[in-house]
């Protein structure tokens, strides 16, 4: 299974914009990028997914670099319920998520 | 409220005991996974069945887990003489067919085995 690489923890402060830097060097062509993010005493919820173009939905947008080695995840506008662990992971179709470490978000008020 | 549903959410239990943990995914969702979860780290794939046929079992699941999918509906978690480094959260998750779909994750249910 292809790896990501994500920094440990970011801090953001309220109201201000969160990009969330995701490393996937040894992506392959058919290797989906899905966004994750697990609030405290939560399971894991979608947050976005993509392949090869930007994509934009409610909850946040994702910016692919044209090589697709790495990919980030903006928050337009952190909120304090945006505290969570993020993460990036590879998704080959008919596979399985196999998620790493995360980035721990923080959002200061 | 229809997503994934597990039960119990918290099972507390003695080394050496058995137990059983329920997912209820949701309803016309064909795939279902199960994961493991300790404090700090990422989820931990187990195991997924398409329909009631298990695909795939992680090689870090030990003889005594087993899973079942009758009939291709709720599934079970057993963890046969439990022990305390079985205490972890265990998570449930479905999805609607294979491919790049999203996968939907219930709340956990949390194990601690004294």
């Known amino acids: 299974d292809a790896k990501t690489t994500q920094p440990n923890s970011m801090e953001s402060n309220e109201e201000e914009p969160v990009h969330l830097p995701c490393n996937h060097s040894t992506i392959s062509g058919t290797d989906y990028i899905h966004w994750y993010r697990q609030l405290p005493s939560q399971g894991p919820e979608y947050v976005i997914h993509?392949?090869?173009s930007n994509v934009n939905n409610r909850m946040a947008s994702l910016a692919i670099a044209e090589d697709r080695k790495s990919s980030t995840l903006i928050l337009h506008r952190a909120t304090l319920r945006d505290a969570a662990v993020y993460y990036c992971i590879l998704y080959n179709q008919g596979g399985k998520l196999i998620f790493g470490q995360g980035t721990e978000l923080s959002v200061k008020p | 409220d229809t997503g994934v549903s597990q039960d119990p959410r918290h099972k507390i239990t003695k080394r050496g005991q058995n137990v059983t943990f329920r997912c209820d995914p949701i309803?016309?969702?064909?795939?279902l996974y199960w994961y493991r979860q300790t404090l700090g780290q990422g989820p931990e794939f187990l195991t997924y069945f398409q329909n009631e046929a298990q695909l795939e079992k992680s090689r870090l699941l030990s003889d005594r887990f087993s899973a079942e999918r009758p009939k291709g509906s709720f599934s079970t978690l057993e963890i046969q003489r439990t022990e305390q480094g079985d205490s972890a959260m265990y998570l449930c998750a479905s999805s609607a067919r294979q491919g790049n779909e999203k996968l939907f994750f219930g709340s956990g249910t949390q194990l601690s085995v004294l």
């Open positions: 309803s016309e969702h064909n795939r």
């Open positions: 993509g392949l090869t």
